[in-house]
């Protein structure tokens, strides 16, 4: 099946990508080919084919997305698929020198909501983090968490309203909302978001507003500012 990948009929090499998959972690020694099959063609057979193969593939991975050749969220996605058994092989992440990395273990953590508090824990202390990339990473991780995470409201109200990136207000945000806070502690970051220099913001904020019941009357005047 390893060859087969490489065929130029897409429908050889999917079937080949199934295969390999059905194989689980004996096909380890294809991860590269299917990395790189996953990088120039997005292919999604290779994808849940990693997925399947498990944590032997994460490092493989994680060095793509070192490189720039593949984007975090996307092989967060793979990574978190494979389930909690690549938990232990993404904490170590957490603390690698490079930004990208540390950004898509907080994505794939965000998506065990097995021992969901447990997670929290490892992922708070990233909002404070010299990357904005990777705080913006962990704001999405505890809205992913959803409810387990409301001891990080006051990080994320803080963040949504004080951190210099605009991503990471936006990520922080929709982190609250995700997380359901009492509307009197939310209105204050989303008015707030209202006025930011990010269209982004400006417009989760907007957003957040339409979902906020009840209808906060006082925000009338600030969405028309807007």
Known sequence: ????LLDAEPA???TAGYVLGRLGPRAESAVPVLVTRVVERNDPQSAAALSRIGPSAIPSLLQATA???LEPSRAAVIIGNMGLQAHSTL????ASSFPERRATALLALGQFTTGARTVVAQVLPAMEDPSSQVRAAAANALGQLKTAAAEAKPVL???ATDDSDPQVRAESLTALMAIGVPLEQLLPPVLQGLQDNSPAVRRG???AIGHLHPFP???VD?????
């Open 1 to 4: 099946p390893l060859v087969a």
């Open 12 to 14: 050889v090499a999917a």
């Open 67 to 69: 490189e720039q050749r």
């Open 91 to 94: 904490l170590p992440e957490l």
């Open 157 to 159: 109200s803080r963040a």
């Open 205 to 207: 904020s907007a957003q």
């Open 217 to 219: 009357e006082t925000a």
């Open 222 to 226: 600030s969405l028309v500012a807007a």
